[in-house]
C-alpha cells in the first residue's frame, strides 16, 4: 500500500500550489484522509483532514480560508489546494489515511503515510 505524494515546489509568496496524493493498492474510499507537515526543527501538525464522505473537515487555524482539502474517490486521491502561501508554510506535507470513515486531528489515527512532498515559500 502506497501514498504518493506530489505537487511540491518552491512559490513566492502569494502564491498557489496544489497537492496531490494517489492511494496505490488499496482502496481509501471508506477511510478519513489529511495532509500533514512538518517544518525543520517543529514537530508534525495537522494542516486539513476530510472524512471519507466529504462532509466533515478540519482546518489548522493557521490555513483556514487559505487552502482547502478536497478527494476524489473514484480516483482514490486527495487533494490539498494551497493559496496565499507564506513563507511560514514552508514545510515537508504528507498525506495521511485514517482507519475509520474521520481521523480528525489524531496523529495516532492514521495508519497509512505518504513519502512527502516539500514546499518552500520564498519571500
Not at 492511494?23 to 525543520?40: D, K, T, V
Not at 474517490?73 to 515537508?92: G, I, R
Request: proline share 2%.
Amino acid at each position: 500500500v502506497q501514498l504518493q505524494a506530489s505537487g511540491g515546489g518552491t512559490v513566492q509568496a502569494g502564491g498557489s500550489l496544489k497537492l496531490s496524493c494517489a492511494a496505490i493498492g488499496r482502496r481509501f474510499s471508506n477511510n478519513g484522509m489529511a495532509w500533514f507537515r512538518q517544518a525543520p526543527g517543529k514537530d508534525r501538525e495537522i494542516v486539513a483532514a476530510m472524512s471519507w464522505n466529504g462532509l466533515y473537515t478540519h482546518y489548522a487555524d493557521s490555513v483556514k480560508g487559505r487552502f482547502t482539502i478536497s478527494r476524489d474517490n473514484a480516483k482514490n486521491s486527495v487533494y490539498l489546494q494551497m493559496s496565499t502561501l507564506k513563507p511560514e508554510d514552508t514545510a515537508v506535507y504528507y498525506c495521511a489515511a485514517a482507519l475509520g470513515a474521520y481521523g480528525g486531528t489524531q496523529f495516532d489515527r492514521y495508519r497509512y503515510w505518504g513519502q512527502g512532498t516539500q514546499v518552500t515559500v520564498s519571500s
